[in-house]
């Protein structure tokens, strides 16, 4: 895809480099959350993220009463090398706006 | 929304603005406004929520969807594009 002049409609991956250097959220495959600072990323969604929290959700389900009991697992990544193919999701981090 | 014959491209440029539903194969809805779209389904929305059977999150200002970046052809993740035009119809993308 030929890439737009910049004073035309921008492309998704535009409005991503406005997040550079700011607080993101990340919403992985595998149930995977990501918060951290977005230092730098490419048209793969590969990124390099500061500072970063990770959430594991997983669901248990209770044999007996079906019950789902969700569990999250959290760990703090000082620096971390994402892999684009893994990414669903890219946002602020939640906040009115 | 004109039904002349048009480039598939000028037809994305014509939808931008518009409320979308994105339907990922895992399930998740994302609906809110279509802020921008590329060649590569990389998609951007604007006032989002995203409903997992109920309402899960709201994500308010810009959201973006990865597309299909695979060049092999196998999609990464199958999005359902659904666009609701001015109460005439509804159709779906799938991307």
Redesign the interface.
């Known amino acids: 895809?030929a890439p737009e002049p910049t004073n035309t409609?921008?492309?998704?991956?535009d409005?991503?480099r406005l997040s550079l250097d700011e607080r993101i959220?990340v919403k992985m495959?595998n149930d995977r959350e990501l918060r951290g600072r977005l230092h730098a990323y490419d048209?793969?969604?590969n990124m390099i993220l500061g500072d970063v929290e990770e959430t594991v959700t997983t669901v248990e389900i209770d044999e007996e009463t079906y019950e789902e009991l969700y569990k999250s697992t959290k760990r703090n990544i000082p620096m971390l090398f994402v892999r684009?193919?893994g990414?669903?999701?890219?946002?602020?981090p939640?906040?009115?706006? | 929304m004109s039904l002349r014959k048009q480039t598939p491209s000028d037809f994305l440029?014509q939808i931008?603005g518009r409320p979308v539903v994105v339907k990922?194969n895992?399930g998740v809805d994302?609906r809110g406004v279509l802020?921008?779209?590329?060649?590569?389904m990389?998609?951007?929305i604007e006032q989002?929520e995203e409903y997992v059977n109920g309402q899960l999150?709201?994500?308010?200002?810009?959201?973006?969807?990865?597309?299909n970046?695979?060049l092999m052809g196998k999609s990464?993740?199958r999005k359902t594009l659904t666009l609701y035009s001015d109460g005439f119809f509804s159709f779906k993308m799938f991307l």
């Open positions: 895809v409609v921008e492309e998704p991956l409005l991503i959220y495959r048209q793969h969604l684009g193919d990414v669903v999701l890219v946002a602020p939640l906040r009115v706006g | 440029k931008i990922l895992s994302y802020a921008c779209l590329d060649g590569y990389n998609i951007a989002t999150k709201n994500k308010y200002g810009d959201a973006f969807l990865r597309g970046n695979d990464t993740t």
